[in-house]
Antibody, heavy 120, light 109 residues
Framework: QVQLVESGGGVVQPGRSLRLSCAAS????????MDWVRQAPGKGLEWVAI????????YYADSVKGRFTISRDNSRNTLYLQLNSPTAEDTAVYYC?????????????WGRGTLVTVSS | SYVLTQPPSVSVAPGETARITCGGN??????VHWFQQKPGQAPVLVIY???DRPSGIPERFSGSNSGNTATLTISRVEAGDEADYYC????????????FGTGTKVTVL
């Protein structure tokens, strides 16, 4: 079954760290670029980061650049997002999404998301 | 940074046609993708490359893109189409980043 399953969400204090994981199955993970997209409570979708299929290129939204790190382990079919120094504005459901297309990237498969709440 | 603007809400009666717009500077030169999101669920791709439909998406969903406006059209609207809809483009002009529209809530009357 082709799917993405996120984990690692929860309550984190401002300034602490948290690592999210996304386990992929049912497709050849190492062939796909992968993204993280988040959605604050009651708000719209916000793209967070992308990592190339081989991990050699990574790009970030300005709102998280320098604080979050995207990575992947193709041997484990797993995508990661390290959240460093989160603030209340980072509270959201975090989705991992599979990338498709070439220069005009889109997201053809989504996980169900994991909720991150930044609160003291 | 590139901005995509959508109307906050669209209301439509069952069986009628809903049109959701997505405005952006010269968006016609970009490829636009559309997602449907129902409450408590993950987004689902319904249109990619302006007008292509993934397998499993009904033919009632169609898309177009020209000038400064892209449009998602839902024909013969059903109660199950009630959801939030987001447009999306990929901006490679100065960096690589995804851009989502502000989202439109479609209400079936």
């Amino acid at each position: 079954q082709v799917q993405l399953v996120e984990s690692g969400g929860g309550v984190v204090q401002p300034g602490r760290s948290l690592r999210l994981s996304c386990a992929a199955s049912g497709f050849t993970f190492r062939n796909y670029g992968m993204d993280w997209v988040r959605q604050a409570p009651g708000k719209g979708l916000e793209w967070v980061a992308i990592i190339w299929y081989d991990g050699n290129n990574k790009y970030y939204a300005d709102s998280v650049k320098g604080r979050f790190t995207i990575s992947r382990d193709n041997s484990r079919n797993t995508l990661y997002l390290q959240l460093n120094s989160p603030t209340a504005e980072d509270t959201a459901v975090y989705y991992c999404a599979r990338g498709a297309g070439t220069t005009n990237w889109y997201f053809d498969l989504w996980g169900r998301g994991t909720l991150v709440t930044v609160s003291s | 940074s590139y901005v995509l603007t959508q109307p906050p809400s669209v209301s439509v009666a069952p069986g009628e046609t809903a049109r959701i717009t997505c405005g952006g500077n010269n968006i016609g030169s970009k490829s636009v993708h559309w997602f449907q999101q129902k409450p408590g669920q993950a987004p689902v791709l319904v249109i990619y490359y302006n007008s292509d439909r993934p397998s499993g998406i009904p033919e009632r969903f169609s898309g177009s893109n020209s000038g400064n406006t892209a449009t998602l059209t839902i024909s013969r609207v059903e109660a199950g189409d009630e959801a939030d809809y987001y447009c999306q483009v990929w901006d490679s002009s100065s960096d690589h980043r995804g851009v989502f529209g502000t989202g439109t809530k479609v209400t079936v009357l």
